[in-house]
């Protein structure tokens, strides 16, 4: 059964970090991001990451967020860096996981990073 685990969450003030962890478990994690939502918003693109390493951002975040993977702990990272109020949102990790027969898209639970002014 494949899971994604995010972690990483949290309330930082504005201008602080965090680093959010998305691990795959149950297959390889080929390719995926982070998305965000916030209260009243639809569910919006914030990184990816492809198999390759190649990487894409929304604008909103570009130079203050990096998206980094390790194959090692199947696992994708997001870097957040000089956050502002209006980062905050629940944060979702998305991944293509590969298992022996197929590979398949899929959602992690979501982790709630707020930032206050």
């Known amino acids: 059964q494949v899971q994604l685990v995010e972690s990483g969450g949290g309330l930082v003030q504005a201008g602080g970090s965090l680093r959010l962890s998305c691990a795959a478990s149950?297959?390889?994690?080929?390719?995926g991001g982070w998305y965000r939502q916030a209260p009243g918003n639809q569910r919006e693109l914030v990184a990816t990451?492809?198999?390759?390493?190649?990487?894409n951002y929304a604008d909103s975040v570009k130079g203050r967020f990096i998206i980094s993977r390790d194959s090692a702990k199947n696992t994708v990272y997001l870097q957040m860096n000089s956050l502002k109020p209006e980062d905050t949102a629940v944060y979702y990790c998305?991944?293509?996981?590969?298992?022996?027969?197929?590979?398949?898209?899929?959602w992690g639970q979501g982790t709630q990073v707020t930032v206050s002014s």
């Open positions: 990451i492809t198999s390759e390493g190649n990487t």
């Open positions: 149950g297959g390889i994690f080929n390719a």
């Open positions: 998305n991944a293509d996981v590969r298992t022996l027969f197929l590979t398949k898209n899929y």
